[in-house]
C-alpha cells in the first residue's frame, strides 16, 4: 500500500519557483503526511583556498547554508502560513544525489518529488544527470514534476510490461496498479486509471530469412498473448476493458501518445534501476519511454530492490 505520508522535496537551486514543492502540498492536503524541503548544496571555491582557517571556512559555509534555508522559507511562506507542516533543511556535500538519497535512507521517506525541466519547443520533458541517478537510485518512489497544473479531469496511465519473458515483470505490474489505486483514491476525486502496454510488431528481416513465416499471423498471436494478459490484469483490480490499452509499436511511442491522448496528469511507470554493464547491455526501456513524456512521472522500484548508495551515518 502507497501510504506517502512522509515526503521528500528536492528543491531547484536555479528557480524561483518550485512545482515540486507545490506538488507535494496538492498531495499532503488529500492525503495527510508531512514534507521536508531538502536542498544539498557545494562550493568547491571554499575547500580550495588556503587563506583561510578550517573554522572560517566552516563558518562561511554555514553563512551559505542559513541563507539557503532562509531563501526556501521565503519561497514556502504562502504554505507555512496556511499551517502546512515543512521542514526545511538545507546540507553542504559535494555529490546531490548521494546526498538526497541518503537522506530519504535516513529518515525513511516514502516519496521523493523533484521537478523535471520542460522542453520549451515540445513541451517535453527534460532529464538532468541528477534525475537520472535519482531515477535509478533511490529506493524510494520519485514522482518527476512538470511544471503545470494538474490537467482539468487528467487520467493516471500506467504502464505495464505483459510480456512474459522475466517473471519479475508480473509483480511489477501488480505493484504497480495497486500503489497506483491506493494514492489515486485518495488524492483525486473520482480517479480514472488507465493501465497502457505495447508490444513490437515482427522484424521484416525475418519475414526474408524465413520464407514460411507469416508476420500476420505471428502479430496476432502476440497481440492476443497481451490482450489475455492485459485482461486477467485489469481484473485483479476492477478496471474496465474501456480503460485499457494494447498497441503494437515501440514503447517510446506508443506510451507518450497514449498519455497525451487520455490527458495524463501522471503516468507511472516500474524501473528496475538497472545501472553499470546491465544497463549497458541490457538497457533501460523506460528511461526510452519518459524522455518523451509531456506529464508527470511516478516511478517505481520493484520489491527487493538494493539501493547501490551507501548510508553515511556521518
Same mark, same amino acid.
Given at each position: 500500500m502507497a501510504n506517502y505520508q512522509?515526503?521528500?522535496?528536492?528543491?531547484?537551486?536555479?528557480? *524561483?519557483?518550485?512545482?515540486?514543492?507545490?506538488?507535494?502540498?496538492y498531495i499532503v492536503q488529500r492525503n495527510g503526511g508531512r514534507i521536508k524541503a531538502f536542498l544539498p548544496i557545494y562550493d568547491l571555491s571554499y575547500d580550495m583556498t588556503t587563506l583561510l582557517s578550517p573554522e572560517? @571556512? !566552516? &563558518?562561511?559555509?554555514?553563512? +551559505?547554508?542559513?541563507?539557503?534555508?532562509?531563501?526556501?522559507?521565503?519561497? &514556502?511562506?504562502?504554505?507555512?502560513?496556511?499551517?502546512? *507542516?515543512? %521542514?526545511?533543511? /538545507?546540507?553542504?556535500?559535494?555529490?546531490?544525489?548521494?546526498?538526497?538519497? =541518503? %537522506? /530519504?535512507?535516513? %529518515?525513511?521517506?516514502?516519496?521523493?518529488?523533484?521537478? &523535471?525541466? =520542460?522542453?520549451s519547443l515540445f513541451e517535453s520533458m527534460i532529464f538532468t544527470p541528477l534525475d537520472w541517478h535519482l531515477l535509478r537510485k533511490c529506493p524510494c518512489p520519485v514522482w518527476m514534476v512538470k511544471d503545470q497544473a494538474w490537467p482539468e479531469k487528467g487520467s493516471v496511465v500506467v504502464a505495464v510490461n505483459l510480456s512474459n519473458e522475466e517473471s519479475y515483470h508480473h509483480d511489477l505490474n501488480l505493484k504497480l496498479v495497486q500503489e497506483t489505486q491506493d494514492?489515486? !483514491? @485518495?488524492? +483525486?476525486? *473520482?480517479?480514472?486509471?488507465?493501465?497502457?502496454?505495447?508490444?513490437? $510488431? &515482427?522484424?521484416?528481416?525475418? $519475414?526474408?530469412?524465413?520464407?514460411?513465416? *507469416?508476420? !500476420?499471423?505471428?502479430?496476432?498471436?502476440? @497481440?492476443?498473448?497481451?490482450?489475455? $494478459?492485459?485482461?486477467?490484469?485489469? =481484473?485483479?483490480?476492477?478496471?474496465?476493458?474501456e480503460q485499457t490499452n494494447v498497441e503494437e509499436g515501440l514503447p517510446e511511442k506508443i506510451i507518450p501518445e497514449t498519455c497525451e491522448r487520455l490527458n495524463a496528469g501522471v503516468a507511472v511507470f516500474g524501473i528496475l534501476g538497472r545501472t553499470g554493464l546491465s544497463a549497458a547491455f541490457l538497457g533501460n526501456t523506460a528511461e526510452h519511454v519518459i524522455n518523451h513524456l509531456k506529464c508527470d512521472l511516478l516511478a517505481i522500484k520493484p520489491d527487493g530492490f538494493v539501493c547501490p548508495i551507501n548510508f553515511d551515518e556521518e
Open positions: 512522509n515526503l521528500l522535496v528536492a528543491i531547484d537551486p536555479n528557480q *524561483d519557483d518550485q512545482p515540486a514543492l507545490r506538488r507535494a502540498v572560517e @571556512r !566552516n &563558518a562561511m559555509r554555514k553563512g +551559505v547554508v542559513s541563507q539557503r534555508v532562509a531563501w526556501i522559507k521565503q519561497q &514556502a511562506h504562502y504554505y507555512l502560513e496556511s499551517g502546512i *507542516d515543512i %521542514e526545511i533543511k /538545507v546540507v553542504w556535500h559535494n555529490c546531490f544525489y548521494e546526498a538526497i538519497i =541518503q %537522506e /530519504v535512507i535516513a %529518515e525513511k521517506h516514502d516519496l521523493l518529488l523533484k521537478m &523535471a525541466h =520542460q522542453h494514492l489515486a !483514491n @485518495r488524492i +483525486v476525486k *473520482d480517479p480514472l486509471i488507465h493501465l497502457v502496454s505495447a508490444y513490437p $510488431a &515482427a522484424p521484416l528481416n525475418i $519475414a526474408t530469412e524465413l520464407p514460411h513465416f *507469416d508476420p !500476420n499471423v505471428y502479430n496476432r498471436a502476440l @497481440r492476443g498473448q497481451h490482450l489475455v $494478459a492485459m485482461k486477467e490484469l485489469r =481484473q485483479k483490480f476492477h478496471i474496465s476493458e
